[in-house]
């Protein structure tokens, strides 16, 4: 009913920069929030940042000052600019929203949508 998909993951030096995007389509009457967690081997999936719809942005401490979250509520659309990137960045990057959907012509209802992911790494 709703799909999240990003692109522009890939490899990158230390220190160089990537752009991610995930645009939603489906049959979405509004988002709340949206954002970016990542999970490398081995590890849980943890927040790397997320915004609300009147654009408040929440960082982890590990990326505070380097990733800049943003997001098109006209377009269902959220990007994730990385700088300064370090080997400790590399992890599969998934999307989130917190979606309205249309139920019935009338009534909506919530749910929380993830993309199937992307692979960012950071190596030399």
């Known amino acids: 009913q709703v799909q999240l998909v990003e692109s522009g993951g890939g490899l990158v030096q230390p220190g160089g920069s990537l752009r991610l995007s995930c645009a939603a389509s489906?049959?979405?009457?509004?988002?709340?929030?949206m954002g970016w967690y990542r999970q490398a081997p081995g590890k849980e999936r943890d927040l790397v940042a997320t915004?609300?719809?009147?654009?408040?942005?929440i960082y982890s401490d590990s990326v505070k000052g380097r990733f800049t979250i943003s997001r098109d509520n006209a377009e269902n659309t959220v990007w994730l600019q990385m700088n300064s990137l370090k080997p400790e960045d590399t992890a599969v990057y998934y999307c989130?929203?917190?979606?309205?959907?249309?139920?019935?012509?009338?009534?909506?209802?919530?749910?929380?949508?993830w993309g199937k992911g992307t692979l960012v790494t950071v190596s030399s």
């Open positions: 915004i609300s719809s009147g654009g408040s942005q």
């Open positions: 989130y929203g917190d979606v309205m959907t249309w139920l019935t012509d009338l009534e909506v209802r919530g749910g929380e949508y």
């Open positions: 489906g049959n979405i009457y509004s988002i709340n929030a």
